[in-house]
Structures are given as structure tokens and as C-alpha cells.
Nanobody, 132 residues
Framework: QPQVQESGGGSAQPGGSLKLSCAHS?????LGWFRQASGGAQREGGA?????????FYADSVKDRFTISQGSGKNTVILEIDSLKPEDAAMYYC???????????????????????????WGQGTQVTVSS
């Protein structure tokens, strides 16, 4: 069972930045970050990366402020969140999927797609709090 571990969450002020890290134990084709607010029914607001090419994909709601990239360490994916807003407060989860094409990664951030049905494995999440 592949292991996925998120880290880097915490508290920041509106307008600030946070960097989240996802470490995974095996090579996946598609890595994605999604958030779920307290009481939220579904994970959303995602960013995904196709690992072989580094192509990144973003939900429209986050594309101007989120940056997903592959970390310097093997099997690490980074999510940078800039210009934090109160509505960014949520639990952030990292998911991994195998045997995928770049277009699959792109589809995973569309509002009509439930990422929990798309990604094979998830970590336990890391909490982001935004308050002044």
C-alpha cells in the first residue's frame, strides 16, 4: 500500500503564504492536492501535477494563487499557497494515482470530478488555518 504523507500546514494571516509538502513512497503518474473545509461534502479546489513531464493543472478557483511543483527530494510534491484568504482554511490532502495520462491529471481538478474517486491513495491531511 503506497504511503502518502502531508506536512507543512499551520496558521497564517490573510495575505500570507504557506508551503505544503507531500511525500509519497512510490512513483505515481499524477499527484494532486485538494482541500476540504470543515463540514464540506467533497474535496475541491485542487492542483495536480503529471510527474513525468511536470505539467501542472489547477482548478479555476485557485489557479492564480496556488503553485504545484515537484520537490527537490525524490517523490515529493510541493503546494505553495500565496495571498491566503480566510476561505483557504481547510484540511489539505494529497492524493496519488497510477497509470494515468496528463489529460487525466487535468480532468481531476474539474469541478465535476470527485477527486476521492479519482486518486488511488490519500494521506491523512494537513490543516491550514487563516486568521488575523
Amino acid at each position: 500500500q503506497p504511503q502518502v504523507q502531508e506536512s507543512g500546514g499551520g496558521s497564517a494571516q490573510p495575505g500570507g503564504s504557506l508551503k505544503l509538502s507531500c511525500a509519497h513512497s512510490s512513483d505515481g503518474d499524477c499527484l494532486g492536492w485538494f482541500r476540504q473545509a470543515s463540514g464540506g461534502a467533497q474535496r475541491e479546489g485542487g492542483a495536480a501535477i503529471y510527474t513525468s513531464s511536470g505539467s501542472a493543472f489547477y482548478a479555476d478557483s485557485v489557479k492564480d494563487r496556488f503553485t504545484i511543483s515537484q520537490g527537490s527530494g525524490k517523490n515529493t510534491v510541493i503546494l505553495e499557497i500565496d495571498s491566503l484568504k480566510p476561505e483557504d482554511a481547510a484540511m489539505y490532502y494529497c492524493g496519488i494515482r497510477y497509470r494515468s495520462q496528463a489529460s487525466d491529471c487535468g480532468d481531476s481538478v474539474l469541478p465535476a470530478v470527485n477527486p476521492q474517486q479519482f486518486y488511488t491513495n490519500w494521506g491523512q491531511g494537513t490543516q491550514v488555518t487563516v486568521s488575523s
